[in-house]
């Protein structure tokens, strides 16, 4: 069953590095909110409500949208704030324009790395309990997890090294340049995950009354997305699997009216915090069963010219800006439908899938498809 | 032209409550040299660390279990980089699956020699069984105790 107002995303921008220091923080989120605005066509008197995601540990400024409020248009205006995730700020956004109350939302996003240590940082993210006496941070958590991917599936290592290799070779087809590879973290290499780089992205959605009556035709609508998370104690889960996407996946292509994902999408981007989350999205997605990842890893399904591309954009592999990371992942799918992605294009693209994971070893999921018809 | 940073030291002291259920984790293992769990009464399952609660089916848990000191290695990385206020690098962490729990619980392994990473991680195999070691002087925490190769 799909969304009573159906939103659509008209506007995007997408910087998933940001090298120069010559802006601050709230300037970036200014120029993005902005840039966002100015590729819909709308100004901030155009916009009903805000919702931005943030990581305060990540800005160094506590509740950090009470600083941004001012660079997104929140002064006297509707704003609501999210620190679970960029891509909740996406799903919370559509979820306001699709009650009916709002005609139009700004989304925004952000991920500096102004702070000494994000490895120190992201240690906050457990609990104080059992697991800051561990040296858990995002990175262990993926290491974790492929770990315990690698003993349970033969052959997943192999895979892996493709899936990289093609997230790569994406990176630099669009970018030309390459992001700066991660630590070494057993059994991940440096080249399977990137360092933490600032970025920003925002998204304007919009209702379909608006929509019409500005005669905006570039639309990427919203045709399915659903979210759900795991537990916050890594012990808890089963690392080689990923029940939240699978239920994630099922409320989205419910949404979408979609049986089978096979086939159903022309690209896809996934958050390929290593090449082995990626391995588990597309099981989790439906679209390649485990005992399949070295096949198809191989045969370049998920590859340029492929039968579904997967990250032409580079994915996080090529640049990680950690916290907005999931929401560049919808952003880049709305320009791809919207055939605005730039030198990564693919051509003729009408329906696409976001996988947005984050947090430890992905606890947080969600898919979206968006596409160009108004109504699948 | 020239651009300036701000560089900021914050030095805050929190004093988490740890509540009755951590408590007793952490005094067992001071006192007993034991690692506790805690039984869920809906779904039967021990779940190490300890909660009160069942975050499954939000039932309290209803008794104390002790687990192991034996167990399997479920999940494991090698780490070579320091962290504050952690042992110095390189080591090896991971969750082991005690004997009698139905949970992970976190912990370093100490015993494996990690200069060559790659015969440490046979050694370290999912699978692999366990002991859990406490440490002669314990102060309650996380850093009483440690695995090591059965």
Known sequence: MGLKVQPGVIGCAIR????????????????????????AGLTIADIDGIAVGSNDQFDG???SVMMASGSVGGVDRDIMSTPSGSEHAFILGALRVATGQFRTQLVVSWSPTEVSSMPEAQRLGNDPYFHRALPQDELSAHALQASAIENAVPGARS?????????????????GDQGPSGKMRWPLTPGMTSEPVTGAVAMVLASPEFIAERWIKNVAWVQGMGWATEAAFLGDRDLTKAPALVAAAHQAYKMAGIANPDGAFGVAEMTDATPYSELLAYEALGLCHRNDWTARAADGTFGAGGRLPVNPSGGVLTWNPVFCTGMIRIAEIAQQVRGLAGKHQIPGVKRGLAHAGSGFAMQYQAAVVLGQEARP | MELLGRQEVWSITYDHALGETASSFYTRIRDEAAIYGRRSAGSGKVMVPPRSFSDETLLPTEEWVKVGPGGKIEAFTMVYEAFKNLPPPPYAFGYVLLDGADTALGGYFKGVDLTDPAAAAEKLKIGTRVTTKFAEERKGEMLDFWFELA
């Open chain 1, 16 to 39: 998933p590095v940001i090298a120069s220091r010559d802006r601050s923080l709230e300037e970036i989120i200014y120029d993005t909110a902005q840039m966002a605005l100015k590729d």
């Open chain 1, 61 to 63: 400024r506590s509740i």
């Open chain 1, 159 to 175: 895979a892996a090294e493709a899936v990289a290799a093609k997230n790569r070779a994406f990176g630099t087809a669009a970018w």
